[in-house]
């Protein structure tokens, strides 16, 4: 007798800083209907475009205090909201104050 083991949803919990930015990027694209997550194709979906990356950039220097180079970064960089993080945590540097 064989049993089937699903496995049972696993809950994420979204940061604070992953919540802001995934509010700003859902005003920005003005999709209501469409549900966004810390996983979410934004730009290979092409939900986000080139022109709007320069302001999910910008918001993501506010969001983590980090200064992060446009040249280091890729279209692919900025895909989903946790890759964002990603990125601006390998190549973002600190703000100077």
Known sequence: MSQTITPKAVKTVVTPEAEQMIDH????????SI????NTRL???????????????????????LRIPPGKVQPKDMDTVALMFATAQRVGKPRKR
């Open 25 to 32: 990027i859902a005003r920005l694209i003005r999709k209501p």
């Open 35 to 38: 549900a966004i997550d810390e």
């Open 43 to 65: 730009v290979s979906s092409g939900l986000v475009d080139s022109m709007a990356l320069v302001d999910v950039l910008a918001k993501l220097e506010d969001v983590t205090h």
